[in-house]
């Protein structure tokens, strides 16, 4: 719980070296719910030290990815690389008062430290062969980096409000670089500046960065910082309880949007992966802002099931997205089956349909699926099963139907559907020999909404058109 004054700062912080992960979505998400909870800000920040791996192709699709989720940053996006300067002054500053120093050692003498300690069975870290010599000593041709002096004995303790204290022994960190040969940032120096300077209050991560968290305390203190809130949550596994793997959904969110799922219920799904309210599913975003907070965020790690995911999205198509919304979503879709734009009029078909369609819609690519048939081209190519649905007397059914339909002056369904009605009482016929080749010759299918819905979305040329066709 958060029982300080001060404003609530939290930053979602990726390395742009690709998509925008499904495990970083739901950090982000979780940042952003948190300081709307408690009325704060949500910092955007991009980690892009990483020079040779940071790309503006990978930038673009974190802030697209972002964008469709509708999480937007407050204030401007900070650009790590832009701060080096700034980190560099830090580090100076540190070696000024003697909380760090200048390592000599050569590659070859890093290598050798690492094989020593692995032979000996200790940690592999840096010695501290260089934290009080004298720089005196220094050999020729070697530009030194710039290591923190960590403390040697004792413990650091992370307070953290989803894991509890988190005790580190000193002794298990090394003296870690800030800054390289070369002058450069690491990236650990970097983050803590740039946490400080941004005003971050709290770090909400994966818990991935927990021995991160110990090593930055250390820094933060040394520095004369504040430290921040921290919250490490459990990383998400797949159904098996395996570590997440793209086998298991492990992609970045813009496939999920090619899958045809909302962004409303992706939030929905990823808010229920490690956080709770009561039973509650389906989870409205007001709802969500009210009520989350970090207490109810669970300590073991959460199963991505897409199964669970199809199933909430279903329930986001009937009952959670308006017609519109649904109708812009599947376009793009559906106008990629069609190979074709789709006219103003027939959008307006589209919109119209949209209250049937979407009740057997898992996603939106189910959703064009069902609508193609509005749009397809004459004559229609029939599935198996409608082609089945035309053999015997259902030729005969429908040139009798076709003149019944051709005298419906007002075309809607209700009179559409009591045509049908009479036509099936005086013929004295089942409905379903009415029914089912009119089916197969309106949608080219034995599935479908109700006929004389299909009717009327199709108007009365084309819907008698194409009963003619299979006449």
């Not at 413990?155 to 580190?168: A, S």
């Not at 520095?223 to 596994?237: C, K, M, S």
């Not at 969110?253 to 956080?275: C, E, I, Q």
């Amino acid at each position: 719980m958060v029982t300080e004054m001060k404003k609530v700062v939290t930053r979602f912080a990726p390395s742009p070296t690709g998509f925008l992960h499904i495990g970083g979505a739901r950090t982000a998400l979780f940042n952003w719910l948190f300081s709307r909870h408690h009325g704060g800000d949500f910092r955007l920040r991009v980690e892009d030290t990483d020079r040779k791996r940071s790309t503006d192709e990978a930038v673009d699709a974190i802030f697209d990815g972002l964008n469709w989720l509708g999480l937007k940053a407050d204030g401007e996006i900070i650009y790590q690389y832009a701060n080096r300067a700034r980190h560099s002054e830090i580090a100076h500053k540190l070696l000024e008062e003697d909380k760090a120093y200048h390592c000599y050692c050569s590659k070859e003498e890093l290598v050798q430290m690492r094989e020593k300690a692995k032979a000996e069975g200790r940690p592999i870290g840096y010695d501290g062969r260089w934290r009080d010599r004298d720089p005196a000593d220094a050999p020729k041709g070697i530009e030194p980096v710039i290591r923190f002096k960590a403390p040697n004995d004792g413990e650091t303790v992370i307070k953290d409000l989803v894991q509890g204290d988190v005790i580190v022994q000193n002794e298990h960190l090394d003296d870690m670089i800030l800054l390289r040969a070369d002058g450069t940032p690491t990236y650990m120096l970097s983050v803590v500046v740039d946490d400080n300077d941004m005003g971050v209050t709290h770090i909400i991560r994966g818990d991935d960065h927990l021995t991160n968290a110990a090593r930055q305390a250390q820094l933060i203190l040394a520095v004369g910082w504040e430290l921040p809130i921290y919250a490490h949550i459990p990383l998400i596994h797949g159904a098996d309880g395996a570590k997440l793997s793209k086998r298991h959904g492990a992609l970045g969110v813009d496939a999920y949007r090619d899958m045809g799922y909302l962004p409303d219920a992706l939030k929905n799904y990823l808010l229920r992966l490690g956080w709770s309210h009561g039973d509650e599913e389906v989870i409205s975003l007001s709802q969500a802002i009210e009520w989350f907070d970090l207490d109810g965020v669970g300590k073991s790690p959460s199963r991505f099931d897409f199964t669970k995911l199809e199933h909430l999205n279903g329930i986001y198509m009937r009952e959670t997205a308006d017609d519109q919304t649904l109708c812009d979503g599947c376009l793009p879709f559906l106008q990629d089956k069609l190979e074709r734009k789709i006219s103003d009029s027939e959008k307006t078909i589209l919109l119209s349909a949209l209250g049937e369609l979407k009740s057997r819609a898992k996603n939106l690519i189910d959703l064009a699926d069902s609508a193609i048939f509005l749009f397809a081209q004459r004559p229609l190519n029939l599935a198996p099963k409608a082609m089945k649905a035309l053999n015997g007397d259902a030729k005969v059914v429908l040139k009798k139907i076709i003149a019944k339909l051709d005298n419906v002056s007002d075309w809607n369904k209700d009179i559409l559907q009591k045509t049908v009605e009479n036509f099936v009482q005086n013929e004295e016929i089942g409905f379903g020999k009415v029914a089912q080749p009119l089916r197969a010759s309106l949608t080219g299918s034995n599935v479908s909404p109700g006929i004389s819905e299909v009717l009327e979305w199709l108007g009365k040329e084309e819907s008698l058109e194409r009963i003619r066709d299979q006449i």
